[in-house]
């Protein structure tokens, strides 16, 4: 688990599920809900299970927690992102009914190269 994750599931508000298998942490799955004018919505913020435990449904039942949490706490859209590199997040996501909204794209330079 990273810094930054680390310190997101110690918000307030912010539901995180584990799961232990033999003694140890092979995953996790972290939301939170989010209020606009329109609607409340649920993000899944995080998650992610170690390499040697994939492909064992962990992180599909990890994610339907985290997905039935936030709904039973009020909200009615549940969104996540992901980036291109994580593919097999992606089919996760659409397997469980997610559908895909829309697609960005990052640009980056380096600031000495400000013309
Ligand atoms: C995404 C991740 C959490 C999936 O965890 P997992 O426990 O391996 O997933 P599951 O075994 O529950 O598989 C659920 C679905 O994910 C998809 N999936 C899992 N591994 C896949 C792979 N290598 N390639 C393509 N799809 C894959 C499948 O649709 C699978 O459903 P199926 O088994 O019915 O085909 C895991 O790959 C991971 O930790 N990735 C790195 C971190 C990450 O990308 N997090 C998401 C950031 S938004």
Do not use: W
């Not at 913020?45 to 009020?74: C, D, F, Q, T, W």
Request: include cysteine; charge should be positive; glycine fraction near 8%.
């Amino acid at each position: 688990m990273t810094k930054a994750v680390a310190e997101h599931i110690r918000k307030p508000g912010v539901v995180c599920f584990a799961a232990e298998v033999d003694g140890k942490i092979a995953g996790y799955a972290a939301g939170e809900k989010k209020k606009t004018r329109q609607t409340e919505l649920g993000q899944i913020s995080y998650n992610a299970v170690l390499p040697e435990y994939r492909g064992r449904g962990i992180g599909r039942e990890l994610v339907k927690h985290v997905m039935r949490n936030l709904s039973n706490s009020g909200a009615r859209v549940l969104y996540v992102v992901t980036i291109d590199k994580d593919q097999p997040a992606a089919a996760m996501y659409e397997k469980l009914g997610f559908e895909k909204l829309t697609s960005h794209r990052y640009y980056t330079m380096d600031s000495k190269d400000i013309p």
